[in-house]
């Protein structure tokens, strides 16, 4: 599914952090310093980036045309 944009418990904007956060983590980055260093400080808004699992590629194959 796509990244949400609101952390669901403390309602903080973090959908525009994504992007940046998956190209630094498949770069060979630690998620742990790439959140730092965007400033994501409270642990509900990290578990966002976290547990995030993109399915779009598994949902897409089942689209119709």
Known sequence: ?????RC???GSVLA???????KRVDGGEDASMV????????YCCRRMFLSHV??????????KL
């Open 8 to 10: 669901f418990t403390c």
């Open 16 to 22: 525009h952090m994504y992007e940046d956060y998956g």
């Open 1 to 5: 599914m796509e990244f949400p944009i």
């Open 54 to 63: 993109d399915g779009m590629g598994v949902i897409k194959k089942y689209e």
């Open 35 to 42: 959140l730092d260093s965007l400033g994501v400080d409270r």
